[in-house]
């Protein structure tokens, strides 16, 4: 239905805006700057700093035009003696208590409030009175807190509970004396700093950064979250090739996230320039015995031997390679070239959690992006828990049905937080999502699938009834807990789904940051599972090439499978399992010191940028492997350019075809891959799906209680081993003795 348009009038000229249309955003969009600290866009009104005053024609007063919407005939004067007037006397108020220190505060040089200040000039302050006193305290490891900068603009608990739906940060006492805290003194959340992101002024500020440098100081570089695979865009800021800090501000992106980040897209980068990084490339000559650091040449000319000789004595397919869903798309395409074109071998994976492609093989719909999802009208939630494992989509739910009015319907064993917003919870016993599945895309099967998953047919026709009476999108998520097989079915629940009304989309919960990437570069397609490969070592697989490492589930009751090879090589970032057995280790560049590309979990193509030179003697993983193989007498002609890789991806992968670089460089327009929908025969993976589900156990007992915050985001990993603040959370985040100094300098922190 298209939006009816009405004319307004702002400054004299004339425009056909949307009915209904907030005014300040009008204004912005149209160029007329409106000052405010208080509103923002993805925020519910809070109306309390008055500076977004405007005159309407035939209004008797100044209007807040954050709080007005446009009508037919509207004339709006932005700029003017008493628009300007007002608005420096709500400036002198929020200055009354503010302390002159811009010299010296962490967000100088980015503060709302300085910015304005400075722009006007000639702003007298006329109050003498005594100015309230607060300390400066840490409110957890991750931020602190000057109440004395507060201008009570609530960004930050608007955003605490609107985006994280948490009300960990909240205003206390009264009047003059009202200050921004929490209940208890100490920070007890999802640590995602978005309260600092948000903060127009210098209250709550970057724990880990503060008084480090100047924001003048930093280079800002555009790139993409790695941890995750919601791709958020952020800014790295780095001096003297050390990665100072990562925000997501709009000043400098304006990406799929807005200012959002969660914590370990905002806190885990100091992994970059950490000392355990591996520094050089390293040999083990003989079983048993030492890495010994080599150069380049070496190590690159000694794998080319052994893999020859191992290639010679048992056959390529011998030979294993495994990419990591952690690669960029130029390193899993040239990975993939390697292994089909130079080695030869069917064995090949990706060191991921689950596999795409029977879901992509089956695709019948097209893929949600996150503005999708804030705007859909049903999300139905199979499995997941995209709160802690996908912060950003968790947020754009949350925010759906808030803002939006959305039904949430979510089937899982566990009663995650997003539950409180759910219109339905099937809560069903471990295990059984696959029976979920085959209740939506079979009727007949309701009571089979109702009987094995703990709960009443009833419940799926109350689901079904949702779905039928709601109008606008649907949105269908799953996590990794799907088998391969019932990933088909849901590929083909658009057909189930389909209305007139309603626009069936789809959108996979990977746990990686370049998941969708592995499979679109085609490292998912190999004849070997991680845990196949694994089992197959020191038999059918004599040799493994390895960019990453095993996840621990994978060498979970394998820990001598790696041992059992005649050789294995693996580029990394940090010592790991997997780097225990290798008997050639090349040190792998970070995300920050490459170019590159990831896929979200939008199907989104985003650029990785370069933001400080490769730390050590590392070099990017494309890098590495187009070497290997020069050596081994193919020269892929990619000539150290990445963009170079990244055209040859958009010639031969049909979902990038045309893709170049500068077509990407707009992280405000996003560009979508191009994957096939079709409509596809699911039988045979319908009934695979209802035997596997009438051999489920009826006896397993539902699990009761809401996860703690923070229980899978807290989790240390190879990356976040190496904050000391992630190991202050995973450990419960205790509160140190006093809040007056960092809470690292205060705790041990045992390894």
Same mark, same amino acid.
């Given at each position: 239905?298209?939006?009816?348009?009405?004319?307004?009038?702002?400054?004299?000229?004339?425009?056909?805006?949307?009915?209904?249309?907030?005014?300040?955003?009008?204004?912005?969009?149209?160029?007329?700057?409106?000052?405010?600290?208080?509103?923002?866009?993805?925020?519910?009104?809070?109306?309390?700093?008055?500076?977004?005053?405007?005159?309407?024609?035939?209004?008797?007063?100044?209007?807040?035009?954050?709080?007005?919407?446009?009508?037919?005939?509207?004339?709006?004067?932005?700029?003017?003696?008493?628009?300007?007037?007002?608005?420096?006397?709500?400036?002198?108020?929020?200055?009354?208590?503010?302390?002159?220190?811009?010299?010296?505060?962490?967000?100088?040089?980015?503060?709302?409030?300085?910015?304005?200040?400075?722009?006007?000039?000639?702003?007298?302050?006329?109050?003498?009175?005594?100015?309230?006193?607060?300390?400066?305290?840490?409110?957890?490891?991750?931020?602190?807190?000057?109440?004395?900068?507060?201008?009570?603009?609530?960004?930050?608990?608007? /955003?605490?509970? &609107?985006?994280?739906?948490?009300?960990?940060?909240?205003?206390?006492?009264?009047?003059?004396?009202?200050?921004?805290?929490?209940?208890?003194?100490?920070?007890?959340?999802?640590?995602?700093?978005?309260?600092?992101?948000?903060?127009?002024?210098?209250?709550?500020?970057?724990?880990?950064?503060?008084?480090?440098?100047?924001?003048?100081?930093?280079?800002?570089?555009?790139?993409?979250?790695?941890?995750?695979?919601?791709?958020?865009?952020?800014?790295?800021?780095?001096?003297?090739?050390?990665?100072?800090?990562?925000?997501?501000?709009?000043?400098?992106?304006?990406?799929?996230?807005?200012?959002?980040?969660?914590?370990?897209?905002?806190?885990?980068?100091?992994?970059?320039?950490?000392? +355990?990084?591996?520094?050089?490339?390293?040999?083990?000559?003989?079983?048993?015995?030492?890495?010994?650091?080599?150069?380049? *040449?070496?190590?690159?000319?000694?794998?080319?031997?052994?893999?020859?000789?191992?290639?010679?004595?048992?056959?390529?397919?011998?030979?294993?390679?495994?990419?990591?869903?952690?690669?960029?798309?130029?390193?899993?395409?040239?990975?993939?070239?390697?292994?089909?074109?130079?080695?030869?071998?069917?064995?090949?994976?990706?060191?991921?959690?689950?596999?795409?492609?029977?879901?992509?093989?089956?695709?019948?719909?097209?893929?949600?992006?996150?503005?999708?999802?804030?705007?859909?009208?049903?999300?139905?939630?199979?499995?997941?828990?995209? =709160?802690?494992?996908?912060?950003?989509?968790?947020?754009?739910?949350?925010?759906? /049905?808030?803002?939006?009015?959305?039904?949430?319907?979510?089937?899982?064993?566990?009663?995650?937080?997003?539950?409180?917003?759910?219109?339905?919870?099937?809560? %069903?016993?471990?295990?059984?999502?696959?029976?979920?599945?085959?209740?939506? +895309?079979?009727?007949?099967?309701?009571?089979?699938?109702?009987?094995?998953?703990?709960?009443?047919?009833?419940?799926?026709?109350?689901?079904?009834?949702?779905?039928?009476?709601?109008?606008?999108?649907?949105?269908?998520?799953?996590?990794?807990?799907?088998?391969? &097989?019932?990933?088909?079915?849901?590929?083909?629940?658009?057909?189930?789904? +389909?209305?007139?009304?309603?626009?069936?989309?789809?959108?996979?919960?990977?746990?990686?940051?370049?998941?969708?990437?592995?499979?679109?570069?085609?490292?998912?397609?190999?004849?070997?599972?991680?845990? =196949?490969?694994?089992?197959?070592?020191?038999?059918?697989?004599?040799?493994?090439?390895?960019?990453?490492?095993?996840?621990?589930?994978?060498?979970?009751?394998?820990?001598?499978?790696?041992?059992?090879?005649?050789?294995?090589?693996?580029? =990394?970032?940090?010592?790991?399992?997997?780097?225990?057995?290798? *008997?050639?280790?090349?040190?792998?560049?970070?995300?920050?010191?490459?170019?590159?590309?990831?896929?979200?979990?939008?199907?989104?193509?985003?650029?990785?940028?370069?933001?400080?030179?490769?730390?050590?003697?590392?070099?990017?993983?494309?890098?590495?492997?187009?070497?290997?193989?020069?050596?081994?007498?193919?020269?892929?002609?990619?000539?150290?350019?990445?963009?170079?890789?990244?055209?040859?991806?958009?010639?031969?992968?049909?979902?990038?075809?045309?893709?170049?670089?500068?077509?990407?460089?707009? &992280?405000?327009?996003? %560009?979508?891959?191009?994957?096939?929908?079709?409509?596809?025969?699911?039988?045979?993976?319908?009934?695979?799906?209802?035997?596997?589900?009438?051999?489920?156990?009826?006896?397993?007992?539902?699990?009761?209680?809401?996860?703690?915050?923070?229980?899978?985001?807290?989790?240390?990993?190879?990356?976040?081993?190496?904050?000391?603040?992630?190991?202050?959370?995973?450990?419960?985040?205790?509160?140190?003795?006093?809040?007056?100094?960092?809470?690292?300098?205060?705790?041990?922190?045992?390894?």
């Amino acid at each position: 239905m298209a939006t009816e348009l009405v004319k307004v009038t702002i400054n004299g000229k004339l425009f056909e805006v949307p009915k209904g249309a907030r005014l300040i955003d009008v204004c912005r969009e149209k160029g007329f700057d409106i000052p405010s600290f208080c509103y923002y866009a993805d925020l519910a009104l809070q109306a309390s700093c008055r500076m977004c005053l405007v005159r309407i024609e035939k209004m008797p007063k100044l209007q807040t035009s954050c709080t007005i919407t446009c009508t037919d005939g509207m004339v709006v004067t932005t700029q003017s003696e008493e628009i300007e007037k007002a608005q420096r006397g709500m400036t002198e108020f929020l200055l009354a208590n503010h302390p002159l220190d811009c010299p010296v505060c962490d967000r100088g040089g980015e503060c709302e409030l300085q910015e304005m200040t400075f722009d006007w000039g000639g702003l007298e302050e006329r109050f003498t009175e005594q100015k309230n006193y607060y300390a400066e305290k840490y409110l957890s490891p991750m931020v602190a807190n000057d109440s004395q900068r507060c201008i009570l603009c609530k960004r930050c608990t608007r /955003v605490c509970d &609107e985006w994280m739906g948490e009300e960990a940060i909240e205003a206390g006492g009264r009047g003059a004396h009202t200050v921004i805290g929490t209940y208890m003194g100490w920070l007890d959340c999802s640590q995602c700093g978005n309260c600092i992101e948000v903060c127009p002024t210098g209250t709550l500020l970057d724990a880990t950064y503060r008084h480090q440098t100047r924001p003048w100081e930093l280079a800002q570089t555009i790139s993409t979250c790695n941890f995750c695979s919601d791709g958020c865009q952020m800014s790295l800021g780095s001096r003297g090739g050390e990665l100072m800090r990562v925000v997501a501000r709009d000043r400098y992106v304006n990406g799929i996230n807005g200012e959002f980040l969660c914590v370990k897209g905002r806190f885990g980068h100091p992994f970059v320039n950490h000392e +355990a990084r591996i520094r050089t490339p390293m040999i083990r000559y003989k079983k048993g015995g030492k890495l010994i650091p080599a150069t380049w *040449d070496e190590a690159i000319r000694h794998v080319a031997e052994r893999l020859d000789n191992v290639a010679d004595q048992h056959g390529r397919n011998s030979i294993g390679v495994v990419g990591s869903p952690r690669l960029t798309n130029e390193a899993l395409y040239v990975l993939h070239k390697f292994t089909t074109e130079l080695v030869g071998t069917d064995n090949y994976t990706t060191t991921d959690a689950f596999t795409l492609k029977p879901f992509f093989d089956n695709l019948g719909a097209p893929l949600a992006t996150h503005r999708d999802i804030r705007y859909a009208k049903t999300i139905l939630l199979i499995g997941g828990e995209p =709160e802690e494992l996908q912060p950003l989509t968790g947020k754009q739910i949350r925010q759906a /049905v808030r803002n939006g009015g959305a039904k949430l319907i979510i089937a899982n064993p566990v009663r995650i937080r997003l539950v409180e917003q759910a219109a339905a919870f099937l809560h %069903i016993r471990p295990a059984t999502e696959d029976a979920i599945a085959l209740a939506f +895309a079979n009727p007949s099967s309701d009571a089979l699938a109702a009987k094995k998953a703990g709960i009443e047919t009833s419940e799926i026709d109350a689901v079904r009834q949702i779905i039928a009476d709601t109008e606008g999108d649907l949105i269908v998520m799953f996590g990794g807990e799907l088998s391969r &097989e019932a990933q088909a079915v849901v590929g083909q629940l658009a057909s189930v789904f +389909a209305a007139d009304t309603r626009r069936v989309l789809f959108h996979p919960l990977p746990l990686f940051n370049n998941s969708f990437g592995a499979h679109d570069m085609g490292m998912m397609s190999g004849a070997m599972t991680p845990s =196949e490969m694994l089992d197959a070592s020191g038999e059918a697989i004599r040799a493994m090439y390895v960019a990453g490492s095993f996840l621990p589930q994978h060498l979970e009751d394998r820990e001598d499978a790696l041992a059992k090879l005649d050789f294995l090589v693996v580029q =990394e970032i940090f010592e790991s399992e997997t780097t225990a057995h290798a *008997d050639v280790v090349l040190p792998a560049s970070s995300y920050a010191e490459q170019d590159g590309t990831f896929t979200n979990n939008d199907g989104l193509v985003q650029r990785v940028r370069q933001s400080i030179p490769p730390v050590h003697q590392s070099k990017p993983d494309w890098v590495i492997v187009a070497q290997l193989a020069k050596e081994l007498g193919m020269d892929f002609g990619f000539e150290l350019s990445p963009s170079a890789v990244f055209r040859d991806i958009g010639e031969n992968v049909p979902a990038y075809s045309g893709m170049r670089y500068p077509l990407l460089k707009d &992280e405000t327009n996003p %560009i979508q891959a191009k994957y096939i929908v079709r409509q596809t025969d699911v039988g045979d993976a319908l009934a695979a799906v209802r035997n596997s589900v009438e051999a489920l156990d009826e006896t397993g007992e539902k699990i009761y209680g809401t996860p703690k915050v923070g229980h899978e985001l807290f989790r240390i990993g190879n990356l976040t081993d190496k904050v000391p603040q992630f190991h202050l959370l995973a450990s419960g985040n205790p509160r140190p003795e006093t809040t007056a100094i960092s809470p690292l300098y205060q705790i041990t922190v045992g390894r």
